[in-house]
């Protein structure tokens, strides 16, 4: 009688379980997110929604969605170093540190203790997470957003500010001013490169627009502006490094 009593116990509390998950399909499939550096403050991007307004040298996530997603760093540098990568989240709290190794940038898994210094919230639904104007919510929790690139008024101010320089290397200082503040699609970075006279200078640009750019998937449409391939196969090659 006891045994048939546990497993009715049994039955009913798996059935209750599955009851909940079909109810609440995402209640029991979210994960979180630290990342971490000791060497420059940085921002981070999940599947390129932003999710600290100012740089910051560690950043927990929550309520991510048990999966597979793109984690994008962007270091607080001149540079604007920027590396990416596929990670594989479970209902765990998963821990990453930001590693330098010559010139290049890595994640790696890191196991200590870290007491992030932001607290960010996934965005379920992107459209509704904004905070009025885009503050820091209370308990300095920041409700992201994803990047916009420059409007076509300020892009065409933009490209005539730069197009007043009158030597290339004050177009390439004028051209980085103003991505340090903005985003770009491929198309305008396009335009931009366009204004350079030599290869050298346009694939300088194109590398460092790359982690300003909102569509990264399309920048192999750069390798229009170039006139020799081996320009078009550094600007790959660099491409599959941020990868």
């Given at each position: 009688?006891?045994k048939i009593?546990?497993?009715?116990?049994?039955i009913?509390?798996c059935?209750?379980?599955?009851?909940?998950q079909?109810?609440?399909?995402?209640?029991?499939?979210?994960?979180?997110?630290?990342?971490s550096s000791?060497?420059h403050?940085?921002?981070?991007f999940?599947?390129?929604?932003?999710?600290?307004?100012?740089?910051?040298?560690?950043?927990?996530?929550?309520?991510i969605?048990?999966g597979?997603?793109y984690v994008?760093?962007e270091?607080d540098n001149?540079?604007h170093n920027t590396v990416?990568?596929?990670?594989?989240?479970?209902?765990?709290?998963?821990?990453?540190r930001?590693e330098?190794?010559?010139?290049?940038?890595?994640?790696?898994?890191?196991?200590?203790?870290?007491?992030?210094?932001v607290?960010?919230i996934?965005?379920?639904?992107?459209q509704?997470?904004?905070h009025?104007q885009?503050?820091h919510?209370p308990g300095?929790?920041f409700?992201?957003?994803?990047?916009?690139?420059m409007?076509?008024?300020?892009?065409?101010?933009?490209?005539?500010?730069?197009?007043?320089?009158?030597?290339?290397?004050?177009?390439?200082s004028a051209?980085?001013?103003?991505?340090?503040?903005?985003f770009?699609?491929?198309?305008q970075i396009?335009?931009v490169?366009?204004?350079?006279?030599?290869d050298k200078?346009?694939?300088?640009f194109?590398k460092?627009?790359?982690?300003?750019?909102?569509?990264?998937?399309r920048?192999f449409?750069?390798?229009?502006?170039?006139t020799?391939?081996?320009?078009?196969?550094?600007?790959?090659k660099?491409v599959q490094?941020?990868?």
């Open positions: 009688m006891r009593l546990i497993l009715t116990f049994l009913a509390l059935f209750a379980i599955s009851s909940l079909a109810q609440h399909p995402g209640a029991m499939t979210q994960a979180s997110l630290t990342v000791d060497h403050a940085f921002w981070l999940i599947d390129d929604y932003q999710l600290n307004d100012k740089s910051t040298t560690s950043i927990r996530v929550d309520r969605p048990e597979e997603h994008r760093v270091i001149q540079q990416g990568q596929y990670i594989m989240l479970n209902d765990r709290n998963n821990q990453y930001i330098k190794q010559g010139h290049l940038y890595g994640l790696s898994l890191s196991y200590g203790m870290i007491r992030p210094a607290v960010a996934y965005p379920t639904k992107p509704n997470s904004l009025p885009g503050h919510n300095n929790t409700h992201p957003r994803a990047p916009m690139p409007n076509n008024a300020d892009f065409q101010a933009a490209m005539t500010y730069i197009q007043s320089k009158n030597f290339d290397k004050d177009k390439m051209a980085k001013q103003v991505l340090l503040k903005n770009m699609t491929v198309n396009e335009q490169c366009r204004l350079f006279s030599f200078d346009k694939l300088e194109a460092y627009a790359y982690s300003r750019c909102v569509d990264q998937n920048y449409m750069l390798n229009s502006v170039f020799f391939e081996s320009s078009k196969t550094e600007l790959d660099f490094q941020q990868h």
